[in-house]
């Protein structure tokens, strides 16, 4: 083509094929173009914003320069369409599948139980795909680096580990290498560094103990690695010669796309770069659109005009001069850690100070996803307040080489460079074409410092660079660079702060003196945005002391100061531990004599996990539009309390594509649901009582459609009165939902008397986000014959949301059958709220006679579907001065939010569960569900008992911390023992939970470890380390005896093969898996044969929620049953005909007109509780667990990490141990990010501010223990519930808190230190920034606190 044309054409491949595209929308991003336009569907939506790595794609290109492709791991849901000129996709659908060869990536995260909910699935392959094509023999290190940016909220990460650790050469246990293991020698193998009796010097814990005894002893193993499928790099795509000879032949051409709103302008010179922005200065210039595309998508800001120079060389180029380095501004983050890595290794030591400092920020930046397209001159321009590179650049003296039409500049990047929020001193007409990094010099120190709410793929909340140029010979300084981020507008400086250093020797004195004026001069308005202004100031000063620290330790191990820093300040300049030890989980063998075909008790692979690795699993959104259809979007109120008086969306009607607009006047039937009974109105008709409350719904052809449709309704408000967010307020305004409820046993008045010591205290637990990565989705398609509607709906509770929708539509149930697939997660989420959001759309299906899908954007659903309940609780403990509490009295207060949903019904859970495992004679509690002006909240696992176990446990370790003993002691002098008696007098026997309490002291060594614990302590005075042991009895089913019946329906078709239909829902818990082994072993026929497709109310009608921890266990049971009827009826057939096969017995029985269909039914445990009496029996059963962790803090910055987890449970015998073992791990993680990371902020005016993977931090692979035991206790039986298994959804969340509770002790030893003593206030979640301020160091001591009242705080303090 010839110079000065243009090109609407966009080559590139996916998946090997060619794909050509002509005027494509600069709007549309690769994640929707896969999956709407290509029907590749694997690629999941999970946030939109990169925060997830659900869509994570490889993307590969042809380098010109190198003559290599490269392959890199790529976020699609922020990747536009038009930058794909010349490169090759490669999707989950390209690298294998079921029908023709798995992959090795695919094959091993499905066999190792790394796919639950598979939800997540397809990303972790893809990422871990990508590092294969890079690296086929990765280090631990590199796969956990790798997928730092996947999100999982299922597994708890463990097991996609231990999958991918197969890919690894080098194994834990010095035996893997094939030698004999070290543990039968006499010594520890000095010279292996993989010797199972080293301990690691990270950890301090042994190296490979229980591996090694594992393999000695030939235990049972989780999945087989011999049986998995061998790396074969010729199963990968070849990159298309026809690109490379595309990118040869340098024929490139400027494109230039239109869609509807916005022009995508691609140049290739950077003349024509230039001559654009000097047309257009009002452009963005898009590169790696992480953050230009997140303003577009979540903020609703329009960029007509775009200019996208990343084919322009130019801007790519790396130019090493002796000064330093030039690097071009498009470099991405990856790239630039490539060229710092290779000037470290080439550079005397001194020269690279700087980038050394820049690498240490860029391991944390983000994840590696976002890291390969962010650019540099992306991440500088963008100016964002706590962009991780800007305060080190501007400490390291690095300058910017700037050019516009005609003018060229250079530009020291300081703080006069950033001039606001977002804001530059760049003229709008400029690029940043390089930035220049400097070598540092002789004397000249650079270091960088971070604390982000998660250790990766989390924006830091504090950061500095700093630079220190001491006189040679000598400590004192002559320059001084200080530079922060995260406490105000945009990067800042603190000149003052070096002033009062320079020319002062480097010691402790002159740091002292430097402080006050550090905070003064970064001040940080307590009611600045991002909150936690306390905690960011204190960080201020903790960046400063550490940095004098290192410097210190520099300048003594240079002989310039006499001393080295004291033993115990050194803690200080340590990092965490990071090291990932391997685990271990142990199960029991079945009974000897079990038949080999027979699949209970022996692990079993997820029986979808295959379909979810290859992205073949179909989730709802994953159905194929159907003709017609239209997509729904939501509006909801942006008032907490007010007075709809006017909708006005005639403009949203103009729009294109737009077709209607339902509102509560069109509901053909009731309007609202009644739960409790309450009633919750699915449309705000006239007052709204929450922001994010429902009030209106736009459907339109396509979702961007409906999503312009939707910002341009129009409502007008009338601000009411008396709003109530928090449990404070609706306490002191009496707003509750009733009733309240009352438990107790024993004598208040005489247990109080008894006490030695009295001791009133509180706590609170935060609310916590669902975070199901599979958002709210559904598809409701009219049949159109005699008002049938067909429901595909991601849900827990199919029949609840067939009622719902019937009533609305006012049709019967039996016009509407709801059909769920799977459910990519749900935690408690998708039950009435699902139903909700399915009433509304089976509305405008109704209305519109069209098919309509509702899926919910990640931020959508976090504001409008609620969450776990916050817990406020007051509590009075009367103890003895032996240990024995001789009565506890405790208020739980709980924010409800705007409508009762379930709130009933978790405060009667958390009267049921708060003695958890102690027998406290006096014992009395009080729950109340506060009524508020926030979201409303709803069920999630455990459904209350994770709040009032934490208060219980909270008690005891206030109890501990007055009479100066552990808490596991005042733990067991007051646990149950022998046979023994609820406080609502249910009868049980603790045996087991001793036997777990006792086993897990046992595994964990915790007497053993907390005497090293507290020599570790003595000796470090900045890192603490702390643990604690908690148990469980978890009272499992539902306490309303009705919910605990379920149905089944089996059918043996001719050639043998069952399909089984039952009622409860598959969300990853495994249950279809379970079932299927139920159904194998009463039929006596492989799993094979055996095949469960959805769960369809119209198969079984009138079912029970999949939920309470009761699925297998009623569900189980009526599939047992059918099964049993069937086999029954097949007996004279076997007794005729005992040689006979399976299908030889089938094929006669139909001849023989011999039914081979049958239902099956369970009734359930009479289960009741009589709030009158405060009696009953709620529950089938118990579930016993205890669980030992213990951490290391960072008492500077809040940091910690979990260095050992030991978990033993009883679980009865075990259906299917992978999957239990599983659900074990995937709750404990759970909990831990409700009791550590997960915070939801809301603004003062009820706004919730976490919307995203961005602000709400669940946990991570950086989250996992580095040692992660788990243990199902063996010799246990279990008469109540199916072949003597227990429930264990939900039991093991609560777990969770003995990191919550190790943390604590690790604080209460800082405390020590500070010389406190005593409880201490210290609420869940136990965040950075909660911990660091509760260690109470000298530095957190000095940051002055302002007044609650004298100020407008950013976020409301604790709803
Ligand atoms: C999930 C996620 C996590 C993140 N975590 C971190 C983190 O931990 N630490 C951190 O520091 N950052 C983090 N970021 C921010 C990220 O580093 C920046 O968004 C990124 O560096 C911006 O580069 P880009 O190429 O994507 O810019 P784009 O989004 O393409 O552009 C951003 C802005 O820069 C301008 N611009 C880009 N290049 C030039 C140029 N050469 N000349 C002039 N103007 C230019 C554009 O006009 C636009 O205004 C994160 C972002 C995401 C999405
Ligand atoms: S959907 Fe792309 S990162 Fe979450
Ligand atoms: S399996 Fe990872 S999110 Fe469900």
């Given at each position: 083509m010839a110079?000065?044309?243009?090109?609407?054409?966009?080559?590139?491949?996916?998946?090997?094929?060619?794909?050509?595209e002509?005027?494509?929308d600069?709007?549309?991003?690769?994640l929707?173009?896969?999956?709407?336009?290509m029907?590749?569907?694997?690629?999941?939506?999970?946030?939109?914003?990169?925060?997830?790595?659900?869509?994570?794609?490889m993307?590969?290109?042809?380098?010109?320069?190198?003559?290599?492709?490269?392959?890199?791991?790529?976020?699609?849901?922020?990747?536009p369409?038009?930058?794909?000129q010349?490169?090759?996709?490669?999707?989950?659908?390209?690298?294998?599948?079921?029908?023709?060869?798995?992959?090795?990536?695919?094959?091993?995260?499905?066999?190792?139980?790394?796919?639950?909910?598979?939800?997540?699935?397809?990303?972790?392959?893809?990422?871990?795909y990508?590092?294969?094509?890079?690296?086929?023999?990765?280090?631990?290190?590199?796969?956990?680096?790798?997928?730092?940016?996947?999100l999982?909220?299922?597994?708890?990460y463990?097991?996609?580990l231990?999958?991918?650790?197969?890919?690894?050469?080098?194994?834990?246990?010095?035996?893997?290498?094939?030698a004999?293991?070290?543990?039968?020698?006499?010594?520890?193998?000095?010279?292996?560094?993989?010797?199972?009796?080293?301990?690691?010097k990270?950890?301090g814990?042994?190296?490979?103990?229980?591996?090694?005894?594992?393999?000695?002893?030939?235990?049972?193993?989780?999945?087989?690695?011999?049986?998995?499928?061998?790396?074969?790099?010729?199963?990968?795509?070849i990159?298309?010669?026809?690109?490379?000879?595309?990118?040869?032949?340098?024929?490139?051409v400027?494109?230039?796309?239109?869609?509807?709103?916005?022009?995508?302008?691609?140049?290739?010179?950077?003349?024509?770069?230039?001559?654009l922005?000097?047309?257009?200065?009002?452009?963005?210039?898009?590169?790696?659109?992480?953050?230009?595309g997140?303003?577009?998508?979540?903020?609703?800001?329009?960029?007509?005009f775009?200019?996208?120079?990343?084919?322009?060389?130019?801007?790519?180029?790396v130019?090493?001069?002796?000064q330093?380095?030039?690097?071009?501004?498009?470099?991405?983050?990856?790239?630039?850690?490539?060229?710092?890595e290779?000037?470290?290794?080439s550079?005397?030591?001194?020269?690279?100070?700087?980038?050394?400092?820049?690498?240490?920020q860029?391991?944390?930046l983000?994840g590696?996803?976002?890291?390969?397209?962010?650019?540099?001159?992306?991440?500088?321009?963008?100016?964002y307040?706590?962009?991780?590179?800007?305060?080190?650049?501007?400490?390291?003296?690095?300058?910017?080489?700037?050019?516009?039409?005609?003018?060229?500049?250079?530009?020291?990047?300081?703080?006069?460079?950033?001039?606001?929020?977002?804001?530059?001193?760049?003229k709008?007409?400029?690029?940043v074409?390089?930035?220049?990094?400097?070598?540092?010099?002789e004397?000249?120190?650079?270091?960088?410092?971070?604390?982000?709410?998660?250790k990766?793929?989390?924006?830091?909340?504090?950061?500095?660079?700093?630079?220190?140029r001491?006189?040679?010979?000598?400590?004192?300084?002559?320059?001084?660079?200080?530079?922060y981020?995260?406490?105000?507008?945009?990067?800042?400086?603190?000149?003052?702060?070096c002033?009062?250093?320079?020319?002062?020797?480097w010691?402790?004195?002159?740091?002292?003196?430097?402080?006050?004026?550090?905070?003064?001069?970064?001040?940080?308005?307590?009611?600045?945005?991002?909150?936690?202004?306390?905690?960011?100031?204190?960080?201020?000063?903790?960046f400063?002391?550490?940095?004098?620290?290192?410097?210190?330790?520099?300048?003594?191990?240079?002989?310039?100061?006499?001393?080295?820093?004291?033993?115990?300040?050194?803690?200080?300049?340590?990092?965490?531990?990071?090291?990932?030890?391997?685990?271990?989980?142990?199960?029991?063998?079945?009974?000897?004599?079990?038949?080999?075909?027979?699949p209970?008790?022996?692990?079993?692979?997820?029986?979808?996990?295959?379909?979810?690795?290859?992205?073949?699993?179909?989730?709802?959104?994953?159905?194929?539009?159907?003709?017609?259809?239209?997509?729904?979007?939501?509006?909801?109120?942006?008032?907490?309390?007010?007075k709809?008086i006017?909708?006005?969306?005639?403009?949203?009607?103009?729009?294109?594509?737009?077709?209607?607009?339902?509102?509560?006047?069109?509901?053909?039937?009731?309007?609202?649901?009644?739960?409790?009974?309450?009633?919750?109105?699915?449309?705000?008709?006239?007052?709204?009582?929450?922001?994010?409350?429902?009030?209106?719904?736009?459907?339109?052809?396509?979702?961007?459609?409906?999503?312009?449709?939707?910002?341009a309704?129009?409502i007008?408000?009338?601000?009411?009165p008396?709003?109530v967010?928090?449990?404070?307020?609706?306490?002191?305004?009496?707003?509750?939902?009733?009733?309240q409820?009352?438990?107790?046993r024993?004598?208040?008045?005489?247990?109080?008397?008894?006490?030695?010591?009295?001791?009133?205290?509180?706590?609170?637990?935060?609310?916590?986000?669902?975070?199901?990565?599979?958002?709210?989705?559904?598809?409701?398609?009219?049949?159109?014959?005699?008002?049938?509607?067909?429901?595909?709906?991601?849900?827990?509770?199919?029949?609840?949301?067939?009622?719902?929708?019937?009533?609305?539509?006012?049709?019967?149930?039996?016009?509407?059958?709801?059909?769920?697939?799977?459910?990519?997660?749900?935690?408690?989420?998708?039950?009435?709220?699902?139903?909700?959001?399915?009433?509304?759309?089976?509305?405008?299906?109704?209305?519109?006679?069209?098919?309509?899908?509702?899926?919910?954007?990640?931020?959508?659903?976090?504001l409008?579907?609620g969450?776990?309940?916050?817990?406020l609780?007051?509590?009075?403990?009367?103890?003895?001065?032996?240990?024995?509490i001789?009565?506890?009295?405790?208020?739980?207060?709980?924010?409800?939010g705007?409508?009762?949903?379930?709130?009933?019904?978790?405060?009667?859970?958390?009267?049921?569960?708060?003695?958890?495992?102690?027998?406290?004679?006096?014992?009395?509690?009080r729950?109340?569900?506060?009524?508020?002006?926030?979201?409303?909240?709803?069920?999630?696992?455990?459904?209350?008992?994770?709040?009032?176990?934490?208060?219980?446990?909270?008690?005891?370790?206030?109890?501990?911390?007055?009479?100066?003993?552990t808490?596991?002691?005042?733990?067991?002098?007051?646990?149950?023992?022998?046979?023994?008696?609820?406080?609502?007098?249910m009868?049980?026997?603790?045996?087991?939970?001793?036997?777990c309490w006792?086993?897990?002291?046992?595994?964990?060594?915790?007497?053993?470890?907390?005497?090293?614990?507290?020599?570790?302590?003595q000796?470090?005075?900045?890192?603490?380390?702390?643990?604690?042991?908690?148990p469980?009895?978890?009272?499992?089913?539902f306490?309303?005896?009705?919910?605990?019946?379920a149905?089944a329906?089996?059918?043996?078709f001719?050639?043998?093969?069952?399909?089984?239909s039952?009622?409860?829902?598959e969300?990853?818990?495994?249950l279809?898996?379970?079932?299927?082994?139920?159904?194998?072993?009463?039929?006596?026929?492989?799993?094979?044969?055996?095949?469960?497709?959805?769960?369809?109310?119209?198969?079984?009608?009138?079912?029970?929620?999949?939920?309470?921890?009761?699925?297998?266990d009623?569900?189980?049971m009526?599939v047992?049953?059918?099964?049993?009827?069937?086999?029954?009826?097949?007996?004279?057939?076997?007794?005729?005909?005992?040689?006979?096969?399976?299908?030889?017995?089938?094929?006669?029985?139909?001849?023989?007109?011999?039914?081979?269909?049958?239902?099956?039914?369970?009734?359930?445990h009479?289960?009741?509780?009589?709030?009158?009496?405060?009696?009953?029996?709620?529950?089938?059963?118990?579930?016993y667990?205890?669980?030992?962790?213990?951490?290391?803090?960072?008492c500077?910055?809040?940091?910690?990490?979990?260095?050992?987890?030991?978990?033993?449970?009883?679980?009865?015998?075990?259906?299917?141990?992978?999957?239990?073992?599983?659900?074990?791990?995937?709750?404990?993680?759970?909990?831990?990010?409700?009791?550590?990371?997960?915070?939801?902020?809301?603004?003062?005016?009820g706004?919730?501010y976490?919307?995203?993977?961005?602000?709400?931090?669940?946990?991570?692979?950086?989250?996992?223990?580095?040692?992660?035991?788990?243990?199902?206790?063996?010799?246990?039986?279990?008469?109540?519930?199916?072949?003597?298994?227990?429930?264990?959804?939900?039991?093991?969340?609560?777990l969770?808190?003995?990191?919550?509770?190790?943390?604590?002790?690790?604080?209460?030893?800082?405390?020590r230190?500070?010389?406190?003593?005593?409880?201490?206030?210290f609420?869940?979640?136990?965040t950075?920034?909660?911990?660091?301020?509760?260690?109470?160091?000298?530095?957190?001591?000095?940051?002055?606190?302002?007044?609650?009242?004298?100020?407008?705080?950013?976020?409301?303090?604790?709803?």
């Amino acid at each position: 083509m010839a110079e000065g044309q243009e090109s609407v054409l966009l080559t590139f491949y996916i998946n090997g094929k060619k794909v050509t595209e002509r005027d494509v929308d600069p709007e549309t991003m690769l994640l929707s173009y896969l999956r709407k336009r290509m029907r590749l569907t694997g690629t999941k939506y999970g946030c939109g914003g990169g925060g997830c790595g659900a869509c994570t794609v490889m993307l590969s290109r042809y380098q010109v320069h190198t003559r290599t492709v490269s392959h890199c791991a790529v976020n699609a849901c922020l990747l536009p369409v038009c930058q794909l000129q010349g490169a090759a996709v490669t999707t989950v659908e390209g690298i294998g599948s079921t029908k023709t060869k798995l992959h090795p990536v695919q094959e091993r995260i499905a066999k190792a139980h790394g796919s639950q909910c598979g939800f997540c699935t397809p990303g972790m392959v893809m990422s871990m795909y990508t590092l294969l094509r890079n690296n086929p023999q990765p280090s631990m290190e590199d796969i956990t680096e790798t997928l730092a940016g996947n999100l999982c909220r299922c597994t708890g990460y463990r097991p996609i580990l231990d999958g991918y650790r197969t890919f690894c050469e080098v194994s834990g246990c010095c035996q893997a290498d094939g030698a004999k293991c070290c543990l039968n020698a006499n010594s520890p193998a000095e010279n292996s560094p993989k010797c199972c009796q080293l301990k690691d010097k990270d950890t301090g814990l042994a190296n490979g103990k229980e591996a090694a005894d594992n393999l000695e002893s030939g235990r049972l193993e989780l999945f087989d690695k011999d049986d998995l499928l061998p790396l074969d790099p010729t199963q990968d795509l070849i990159f298309p010669p026809e690109l490379i000879r595309m990118a040869e032949s340098g024929e490139e051409v400027t494109q230039v796309f239109r869609g509807e709103r916005v022009t995508w302008v691609s140049p290739v010179t950077l003349e024509e770069v230039v001559e654009l922005k000097a047309r257009h200065p009002e452009a963005p210039i898009v590169m790696g659109n992480t953050n230009i595309g997140l303003d577009m998508k979540f903020k609703g800001v329009l960029h007509p005009f775009i200019i996208s120079p990343s084919r322009v060389s130019d801007l790519f180029e790396v130019t090493h001069k002796p000064q330093g380095v030039s690097i071009g501004a498009g470099c991405s983050m990856s790239v630039l850690r490539g060229v710092l890595e290779g000037l470290v290794r080439s550079l005397p030591p001194e020269q690279s100070e700087t980038h050394r400092a820049l690498l240490q920020q860029l391991a944390n930046l983000a994840g590696p996803q976002i890291r390969n397209v962010a650019t540099l001159g992306g991440n500088i321009v963008s100016a964002y307040p706590n962009s991780d590179l800007n305060p080190v650049l501007a400490a390291g003296n690095c300058t910017l080489t700037v050019v516009s039409k005609g003018e060229r500049r250079e530009i020291l990047i300081n703080e006069d460079f950033f001039t606001g929020f977002g804001k530059t001193l760049l003229k709008p007409q400029e690029i940043v074409l390089s930035v220049f990094i400097p070598v540092s010099q002789e004397g000249e120190f650079v270091r960088a410092f971070r604390q982000a709410p998660r250790k990766e793929n989390a924006l830091a909340t504090v950061n500095a660079g700093m630079r220190v140029r001491f006189r040679l010979g000598s400590s004192v300084v002559e320059e001084l660079g200080l530079f922060y981020g995260g406490v105000g507008p945009c990067t800042l400086a603190a000149p003052k702060t070096c002033q009062q250093i320079i020319g002062r020797p480097w010691a402790e004195e002159t740091l002292s003196a430097a402080y006050p004026v550090l905070l003064e001069e970064i001040p940080l308005d307590s009611s600045a945005p991002g909150g936690r202004v306390a905690f960011r100031r204190a960080l201020t000063l903790s960046f400063l002391f550490k940095f004098y620290l290192q410097m210190h330790q520099k300048l003594a191990e240079m002989g310039v100061l006499a001393e080295n820093l004291p033993q115990d300040m050194r803690s200080a300049l340590k990092g965490l531990p990071n090291h990932f030890l391997p685990s271990y989980q142990e199960f029991q063998e079945v009974l000897e004599g079990q038949p080999g075909q027979d699949p209970i008790g022996r692990p079993m692979m997820h029986r979808s996990a295959l379909s979810q690795a290859t992205g073949e699993a179909v989730y709802c959104d994953d159905m194929p539009h159907t003709q017609g259809e239209l997509f729904l979007t939501l509006v909801t109120s942006t008032k907490s309390h007010a007075k709809i008086i006017d909708i006005d969306f005639s403009a949203a009607l103009a729009l294109p594509g737009v077709v209607d607009v339902i509102t509560a006047g069109d509901i053909p039937g009731r309007k609202f649901r009644t739960l409790s009974g309450l009633t919750e109105e699915l449309l705000a008709e006239k007052e709204v009582t929450c922001v994010g409350q429902m009030v209106c719904a736009v459907v339109a052809d396509t979702k961007p459609h409906s999503k312009r449709g939707a910002a341009a309704v129009r409502i007008t408000y009338e601000d009411l009165p008396d709003r109530v967010f928090t449990v404070e307020e609706a306490i002191k305004q009496k707003s509750f939902f009733g009733p309240q409820r009352e438990i107790g046993r024993g004598d208040m008045t005489e247990g109080l008397k008894m006490a030695d010591h009295i001791h009133e205290g509180e706590i609170r637990i935060g609310g916590q986000e669902h975070f199901y990565m599979e958002t709210q989705s559904m598809l409701v398609v009219p049949v159109g014959e005699e008002r049938e509607m067909n429901v595909y709906l991601s849900t827990q509770h199919p029949t609840y949301c067939q009622e719902a929708i019937a009533e609305t539509l006012n049709i019967p149930s039996n016009r509407v059958t709801c059909h769920v697939k799977r459910v990519g997660g749900a935690f408690g989420g998708k039950v009435t709220k699902t139903s909700i959001l399915a009433s509304i759309t089976a509305v405008a299906a109704w209305k519109t006679e069209r098919p309509v899908r509702l899926v919910l954007e990640r931020g959508e659903d976090m504001l409008i579907t609620g969450g776990r309940h916050p817990v406020l609780a007051h509590y009075k403990v009367g103890y003895r001065n032996d240990g024995r509490i001789t009565a506890a009295d405790v208020n739980f207060y709980t924010n409800a939010g705007n409508t009762v949903d379930e709130s009933v019904l978790v405060i009667e859970k958390i009267l049921l569960h708060f003695d958890n495992a102690y027998n406290i004679p006096n014992f009395h509690g009080r729950s109340n569900a506060c009524k508020t002006n926030l979201p409303s909240n709803t069920a999630f696992r455990g459904f209350g008992v994770p709040q009032c176990m934490l208060v219980t446990e909270s008690i005891i370790d206030d109890v501990a911390l007055k009479l100066g003993r552990t808490a596991e002691e005042i733990r067991e002098i007051n646990m149950y023992r022998g046979p023994s008696m609820t406080h609502y007098k249910m009868e049980f026997n603790p045996e087991n939970m001793l036997r777990c309490w006792e086993e897990c002291k046992k595994r964990s060594c915790l007497e053993s470890r907390r005497e090293d614990i507290a020599q570790f302590n003595q000796q470090n005075r900045w890192k603490k380390r702390g643990i604690a042991q908690v148990p469980i009895k978890y009272g499992v089913g539902f306490a309303d005896g009705f919910l605990n019946q379920a149905a089944a329906l089996v059918h043996i078709f001719l050639d043998g093969s069952v399909l089984v239909s039952h009622g409860g829902a598959e969300m990853g818990q495994g249950l279809h898996t379970k079932i299927q082994q139920v159904a194998s072993r009463e039929l006596r026929i492989p799993t094979s044969l055996i095949h469960i497709s959805e769960t369809n109310t119209h198969m079984v009608p009138n079912t029970c929620p999949s939920a309470a921890s009761f699925g297998t266990d009623a569900n189980g049971m009526a599939v047992k049953d059918a099964c049993e009827t069937l086999y029954t009826r097949l007996e004279p057939l076997r007794t005729r005909n005992p040689k006979g096969t399976w299908q030889s017995w089938i094929k006669d029985a139909f001849l023989e007109k011999i039914s081979l269909s049958a239902t099956g039914y369970y009734r359930g445990h009479d289960t009741h509780m009589d709030w009158e009496r405060q009696e009953g029996q709620p529950y089938a059963y118990f579930t016993y667990g205890a669980c030992c962790c213990e951490v290391e803090l960072d008492c500077l910055t809040g940091d910690y990490r979990t260095v050992r987890t030991d978990i033993v449970f009883d679980i009865g015998r075990s259906i299917n141990p992978s999957i239990d073992i599983g659900q074990i791990e995937g709750a404990f993680m759970q909990g831990v990010g409700l009791y550590t990371s997960e915070e939801l902020t809301f603004s003062p005016s009820g706004v919730l501010y976490t919307r995203g993977p961005g602000q709400y931090k669940i946990p991570a692979i950086c989250d996992v223990p580095l040692k992660f035991n788990i243990y199902l206790l063996p010799g246990t039986q279990n008469p109540h519930a199916i072949y003597s298994s227990k429930g264990i959804g939900e039991p093991a969340l609560f777990l969770g808190s003995s990191v919550f509770l190790a943390l604590k002790d690790a604080v209460a030893a800082a405390r020590r230190d500070a010389g406190l003593s005593g409880p201490f206030q210290f609420h869940s979640p136990a965040t950075a920034d909660r911990t660091c301020l509760a260690c109470a160091s000298h530095l957190t001591q000095m940051v002055p606190i302002s007044k609650p009242g004298t100020f407008q705080p950013w976020a409301i303090d604790s709803p």
